[in-house]
């Protein structure tokens, strides 16, 4: 019940700096809609997306989302144990390595989404030119 009670402010933090996000991802892209760049590409043949560009677009966003959350929950979480170990040598060894497994997941994480990222683009350029 007790770390009910120390959890929920974090949680409610959690969903109203999320919420804030996203409306300000919409605000910026409608910023950039509706511009007479798009209006020449498509008169030219040039789509700007495809339904499944955007289908795949979103999918990746929200999972890196959710793994951002993660992450921030376990370093969150690491530096709870790391402030209230009182001198415990088992504490703060148990809150370096949450941190360093966060840490770890971080770069494993970016690193797989840099490689996606390239092999996405350099497929999208194949498939619009018709070579490498």
Do not use: C, H
């Amino acid at each position: 019940m007790n770390i009910i009670k120390k959890i929920t402010p974090l949680i409610i933090s959690l969903i109203l700096f999320t919420n804030a996000l996203q409306i300000s991802a919409a605000n910026l892209n409608d910023a950039f809609t509706g511009s007479k760049l798009d209006g020449m590409a498509g008169k030219m043949g040039y789509n700007k997306t495809t339904n499944s560009d955007i289908l795949i677009g979103t999918i990746i966003n929200a999972f890196l989302s959710i793994l951002g959350i993660i992450f921030l929950v376990l370093m969150l979480y690491g530096g709870y144990l790391w402030m209230t170990d009182r001198g415990n040598e088992d504490s703060v060894n148990k809150a370096k390595n949450v941190i360093q497994a966060a840490v770890i997941g971080l770069i494993i994480v970016l690193f797989s989404f840099s490689i996606s990222y390239f092999v996405i683009t350099k497929l999208g350029n194949a498939t619009l030119t018709g070579s490498e």
